[in-house]
């Protein structure tokens, strides 16, 4: 998976495999910042906002990427285009492994029941809960941890981010609420995930079991989302910054 320092043009090479090159770099933004806009992907990939549509029309015309129209944050003015990832996006990034897993977890369904499936969904995460606790080290400010455990989330696979939401004002004009969400733009157990909401589960409880707070599940790949969002509620905390700028 690239990270976005590593998301640069490439400057020299073959005009074909340097446009195919772009396009899937492009495409890696969609993936683990979606929904953005064109220009914020031509902004990270240092292209203009024209070049970069360019690309996403193709991926578009691929059936890669769709657009999603959101609106501001005070639900004025017209609807503005937004890109996320595909189901068939997804799956261009690579599953080989499901099918036999998708096998392999049906049967242990039948003969051990939904626990047993639950106990291979607790087992899958402990490498992230292992990953994370030594991530974190000393932090125990709630922004610093959550931005941590996204860090691990993306080293594994799963395209996370982490932004701010949920900003008010008191009459002093000083913000007093905040909250976090973890965003996935890649799931590599998505059909698996499908078929067993336990992954799904197990992930939410270790998100809180980590954290120290109750999070909430906004939306999942495997229910239809065009990301796994997570609400990280900050509490009341006037200084606290944007994880995602850590």
Avoid: W
């Amino acid at each position: 998976m690239y990270s976005t320092s590593q998301l640069d043009v490439p400057a020299a090479g073959p005009v074909d495999g340097q446009r195919e090159s772009t396009r899937d770099r492009v495409l890696q933004v969609v993936l683990t910042q979606g929904p953005v806009s064109a220009a914020r992907v031509g902004e990270l990939l240092g292209l203009t906002a024209a070049a970069v549509r360019r690309h996403l029309d193709v991926l578009s015309e691929e059936g890669a990427v769709e657009v999603k129209l959101v609106s501001g944050n005070r639900g004025a003015g017209r609807p503005s285009r937004r890109y996320v990832v595909s189901r068939a996006g997804q799956s261009r990034l690579g599953n080989d492994y499901l099918e036999v897993a998708a096998q392999a977890l049906h049967r242990l369904n039948q003969v051990g029941g939904a626990d047993a499936v639950r106990s291979v969904a607790r087992d899958r995460f402990a490498a992230v809960e292992d990953r994370y606790r030594e991530a974190i080290g000393t932090a125990s400010n709630l922004k610093d941890r959550t931005a941590a455990l996204a860090r691990v989330l993306d080293e594994e696979g799963f395209a996370a981010s982490v932004r701010t939401v949920g900003l008010a004002a008191n009459a002093g004009g000083r913000t007093t609420l905040k909250a976090a969400q973890i965003c996935q733009g890649h799931c590599p157990l998505q059909d698996l995930a499908a078929d067993f909401p336990q992954f799904c589960e197990e992930e939410t409880e270790l998100f809180a079991r980590l954290l120290g707070v109750d999070v909430r599940r906004l939306s999942t790949l495997p229910t239809g989302g065009h990301v796994c969002t997570t609400h990280v509620p900050l509490g009341r905390d006037a200084d606290q910054t944007d994880p995602a700028e850590q």
